[in-house]
């Protein structure tokens, strides 16, 4: 396998893609700015190469962090060890061996990727943040059980998480909005408990 290498500046790996169109796989680390960093990478892909990306995103950013829609593209958190980076890098490069049809949920006109951290609605990506794709996924692969605000913040967010549990609610209403008034129906608010997706 060759390998290229263009620190530093976009100009270095826009060059890079040019000469290489047909590179398979482009590693990002997006430090700062993550959102135009990683759609500017994206844009730089759909026009020069056919590539995949993934990106490496510290662990702060994961709450606005979104995945790119126009290539095909998957992330690893900072610090994430050497198998799950070559796992990650074997679903990008050779797609279909690593995916298989429990990958995929379906309820009415929404698709769950689970491989690919992705969701349609009618055939159209969503636009979530990993935590909101996070907390969706859960409650979708655990229908009909209530959670807790405090429950979802220990399976969702993680045990590290020192945020007011009124988060949940507002990335609730965050992946309602982006799931319109049938899909979000589902979405059930228990008062005085959490939350349940009703099948």
Known sequence: MDVEIAAGSS????KLLT??????????????????RVASVEAMIVEHANASLLVIVS???????????QV?????VQGAKEAECGARIRSLL?????GSATDFLSIDTMTINLATYQVTVGGIPL???????ALLAFLVTHPGRTYSRDALLQRVWGFDYYGGS???????????????????QHLE??????????A
């Open 11 to 14: 100009l270095q790996l826009k």
């Open 19 to 36: 000469q290489h169109p047909s590179c398979d796989l482009v590693i990002f680390e997006a430090n700062e700015d993550v959102a135009n």
């Open 59 to 69: 662990e702060d950013v994961l709450n606005e962090f979104r995945l790119p829609v």
């Open 72 to 76: 095909k593209s998957d992330f690893v």
């Open 94 to 98: 050779w797609p279909g061996n690593e």
């Open 127 to 133: 636009d979530l943040t990993y935590l909101e794709y």
């Open 166 to 184: 009124r988060t949940v609610d507002v990335h609730v209403r965050r992946i309602r909005a982006k799931l319109g008034p049938e899909l979000s």
């Open 189 to 198: 608010t228990v008062r005085g408990v959490g939350y349940l997706w009703s």
